[in-house]
């Protein structure tokens, strides 16, 4: 639950990380101005090539 981000004036850069979902990145992009998906993008601590894949499609499908 990221609600409480919201209580955080505008005037200040909002950043969240940790344990972010690529499916609730168009919900994040109203509440945060930085979300770092670097560990989501990983398995066993590896980049996943196919999760980089995705996560720029969903980022490409909400921008559009």
């Not at 344990?19 to 930085?34: F, R, S």
């Not at 398995?43 to 996943?48: M, R, S």
């Amino acid at each position: 639950d990221y609600n409480w981000i919201k209580q955080v004036p505008p005037s200040i850069t909002k950043m969240l990380a940790g344990n972010i979902d690529i499916n609730i990145l168009e919900n994040l992009k109203k509440i945060t101005n930085i979300v770092d998906v670097s560990g989501a993008l990983e398995t066993d601590k590896v980049k996943d090539l196919n999760k980089i894949k995705k996560f720029l499609n969903k980022v490409k499908q909400i921008n559009d």
